[in-house]
Structures are given as structure tokens and as C-alpha cells.
């Protein structure tokens, strides 16, 4: 049974980076796009960006610029690194997996989530 | 515009069809694959639909999607108190090259 799950730091402070890993049981991280996913108390998710088992990456134009996803196919982990935070950055962020190992957009295997809150 | 927008909430008796709309644009529902997700409360989003009107292994076929034009819709029939969840529509939108979701209906059961 496939399973991700992430870690990292519940609080950040304003201006610095957010750094979270996903990491994939029960499979092998070497096929599938692997995403980022957002959603801040009581409002709509928000994909962030993905990376392709083969290590190329796509990124929400929203985001662009202060965000990075890069995957380490030798312990099965993806990370997500987000710059210059602030209070809209607070959210729960969830890892996912495309259902099709060719096909990008069908968020068929999540993460239970992470909750990041934004403060001093 | 890139914006999936969809009714806030729903309601319905158990066995009731309840049908919720999401509206997009051409730059998204019009020219590309809808997918909707179900979420309960304090757990993580599940795939319910893909492709418009397909259903992962495990979905009940009580859970059914399709699309008109740049519109797409999640229907409920036979609504049960385990439906009772927030429902999201997802698609990747052209304009803004990125995959953007609705705002959500909460679906309630009387």
C-alpha cells in the first residue's frame, strides 16, 4: 500500500523559508508526478507546483519565484522550500501523487497533511 | 477568467440526487479534464471523479460527473449521511498554466 507522508517544521517565522518533505512508502518514487498542495484555514486548495520523478518541475505562476521542489529518488523523498514567507503562506500543505504514472492533474494518493502556521 | 466557481452549499434528504455545478471558462473546463474531490472534515482530499465522468477503484457509482460547454457537474444520487463532505472541482487552466480548484460546496444530509 502506496503512502505519503510529510514533515517539517510547524512554525515559521515571517521572511524566512518553509521547508517540508514528502516521503513515499510502499513504492518506488521513480515514476508518477509528485505535487505540492496547499490550503489555508477555510479556504480552497491551491496547487502549488509538481516534480517528475525524472526531476523536471512546474510551478504555480503564483508562486513563481519563491518556490522549489526537487525529488531524491535514492531515499524516496520530495521537498517543497517556500522564500520569504508571510501570513498568507499559513496553511495545510499536502503532498500527492497522480493517479496515471503519464498523466499530470489527477491527484489520485495524498499525504495526510501538515499544518504550517506563519509567526513570530 | 481563471476562476472554477461552485455553489457554497447543498443540501438534500438521504436518497435524494443532489447535483452540484462548477463554472469555469474555456481557458479550463472548456478545453480540458475535470476532476473532483471529496473532503471530510480534518483529512486529506480523496479523488472521487476524473476525466469528467470516471471513477477511481472504490468510489461508489452513486458518484457520477459530466460536462456541458465550460461547466461541469459532480451528481449525488441516493445521497447518503457518509456523502456529507466538501466537494471540490479541479482543472488545469491554460490561461495561468497552472491546475486551479473551486472554491468548494459543502454538502449536508437532512
Known amino acids: 500500500q502506496v503512502q505519503l507522508q510529510e514533515s517539517g517544521p510547524g512554525l515559521v517565522k515571517p521572511s524566512e523559508t518553509l521547508s517540508l518533505t514528502c516521503t513515499v512508502s510502499?513504492?518506488?518514487?521513480?515514476?508518477?508526478?509528485w505535487s505540492w498542495i496547499r490550503q489555508p484555514p477555510g479556504k480552497r486548495l491551491e496547487w502549488i507546483g509538481y516534480v517528475h520523478y525524472t526531476g523536471s518541475t512546474m510551478y504555480s505562476p503564483s508562486l513563481k519565484g519563491r518556490v522549489s521542489i526537487s525529488i531524491d529518488a535514492s531515499r524516496d523523498k520530495f521537498s517543497l522550500t517556500l522564500d520569504s514567507v508571510t501570513a498568507a503562506d499559513a496553511a495545510v500543505y499536502f503532498c500527492a501523487r497522480d493517479r496515471d504514472r503519464d498523466l499530470f492533474g489527477e491527484f489520485g494518493l495524498w499525504g495526510q497533511g501538515t499544518l504550517v502556521r506563519v509567526s513570530s | 477568467q481563471s476562476v472554477l466557481t461552485q455553489p457554497p452549499s447543498m443540501s438534500g434528504t438521504p436518497g435524494q440526487r443532489v447535483t452540484i455545478i462548477c463554472s469555469g471558462s474555456r481557458s479550463n473546463i472548456g478545453s480540458n479534464t475535470v476532476n473532483w474531490y471529496q473532503q471530510r472534515p480534518g483529512t486529506a482530499p480523496r479523488l472521487l471523479i476524473y476525466s469528467y465522468n470516471q471513477r477511481p477503484s472504490g468510489v461508489p457509482d452513486r458518484f457520477s460527473g459530466s460536462r456541458s460547454g465550460t461547466s461541469a457537474s459532480l451528481a449525488i444520487s441516493g445521497l447518503q449521511s457518509e456523502d456529507e463532505a466538501e466537494y471540490y472541482c479541479?482543472?488545469?487552466?491554460?490561461?495561468?498554466?497552472?491546475?486551479?480548484f473551486g472554491g468548494g460546496t459543502k454538502v449536508t444530509a437532512l
Open positions: 479541479a482543472a488545469w487552466d491554460a490561461s495561468v498554466n497552472a491546475v486551479i
Open positions: 510502499g513504492a518506488s518514487i521513480n515514476s508518477h508526478y
